[in-house]
């Protein structure tokens, strides 16, 4: 049995680090974890101009700690009416790594979003022509479509005709969370990818109704059937490089998270990478983890590989109830997994 492994220093594909004070509670929990991180544009405003990204980008380096290696890969919120020479020149002066597809009212601070993929073509246009990376949030947002198919029915509806007509265009299905979105990732050859999340890997949809009405496992996309809690691990284990890493952490306050009309968000960043390690373990995989944590997404985006290594060694920890007031996954739970000398890295 392995107790002790090393992997090259990984990286988070897809992270919501909010603003203001709840940037500086957040912030250090990615960057102890994580080398570099696409960061989600979805403020209020968003992120919609090369300045904006700057800005934002020097706030999120004020609240890393010093003595961290981390960098920020700023992100795009695509609009109706968004100018796709702004796009370019971000991408091209190195402030913009992609560009992040909310539809229309799909998720938090989503409502500037895209309301019809085809008024956006010529911003895909040129971002196929430029190599820029397009994230997607891939759901329908119609009110007929139940909120458990809306994946499914996204990737009929839009994500294979946008496909069809931008095929040179590089997309990341992000979040992933359905049998049908493995299938269709896994039978295309080239320029797409999926991120997915540690929370998809251990809850199915019961999780939010397990003794009563579970805020703390609402989010977006929410937790399907256990089948597809299946297919998501056979895919994030089976070493196919087309599967990479994104926790989609998104912390909100306890007064939001349980509220009337409590917000989606799971925020997991403290422990993601022991989460992943379990599940691997579980899986009976873990000679793959580090393709999918360190490999397949440096691969995809075209940037090398990281120069650090992270330690993972077997040893049971409790996960605190708050880390920073915040609910972390997996609170009140024993992980197996822990990186060696975290007590070290993360203050809790």
């Not at 940037?23 to 080398?35: G, I, K």
């Not at 022509?129 to 947002?141: A, K």
Request: hydrophobic share 40%; aromatic share 8%.
């Amino acid at each position: 049995m392995t107790d002790r492994i090393s992997i090259i220093a990984p990286d988070d594909w897809h992270v919501h680090l909010r603003d203001g004070e709840m940037l500086t509670q957040v912030v250090p929990h990615t960057a102890h974890r994580f080398q570099r991180a696409i960061v989600m544009p979805n403020l209020r405003p968003p992120v919609t101009s090369v300045a904006a990204a700057q800005a934002y980008r020097e706030r999120i380096r004020l609240a890393c700690p010093a003595d961290l290696e981390f960098t920020p890969l700023m992100t795009a919120y695509l609009t109706d009416t968004i100018d796709p020479s702004e796009l370019e020149r971000g991408f091209r002066e190195g402030v913009f790594a992609a560009a992040k597809l909310y539809p229309a009212n799909a998720t938090t601070n989503s409502a500037a979003g895209v309301t019809d993929l085809l008024q956006i073509d010529p911003v895909l246009e040129t971002m196929a022509r430029i190599g820029m990376p397009l994230l997607i949030h891939g759901e329908v947002t119609d009110a007929e479509i139940d909120i458990f198919d809306r994946e499914a029915v996204f990737i009929e509806r839009h994500l294979a005709p946008l496909r069809e007509r931008h095929p040179e265009l590089k997309v990341v299905f992000e979040h992933i969370t359905t049998e049908q979105a493995v299938q269709y990732v896994s039978s295309v050859d080239r320029h797409l990818a999926a991120t997915i999340t540690p929370h998809h890997l251990h809850i199915n949809r019961n999780a939010m109704f397990a003794g009563g009405l579970r805020s703390d496992f609402y989010c977006l996309p929410v937790a399907k059937r256990e089948c597809h809690r299946q297919a998501l691990r056979r895919a994030a284990t089976s070493a196919d490089p087309r599967f990479f890493l994104g926790t989609d952490t998104a912390p909100h306050e306890r007064a939001s998270k349980e509220s009337s009309c409590g917000c989606a968000g799971i925020f997991n960043a403290p422990f993601a990478l022991e989460s992943y390690a379990q599940v691997f373990d579980e899986e009976g995989a873990l000679a793959h983890l580090e393709a999918f944590t360190s490999l397949n997404g440096p691969e995809f985006y075209n940037l090398p590989v990281n120069s650090g290594r992270v330690i993972l060694e077997r040893r049971d920890h409790l996960v605190p109830e708050l880390v920073n007031g915040l609910v972390p996954f997996h609170a009140g739970e024993i992980l197996s997994w822990a990186v060696a000398d975290a007590s070290d890295q993360v203050q809790l």
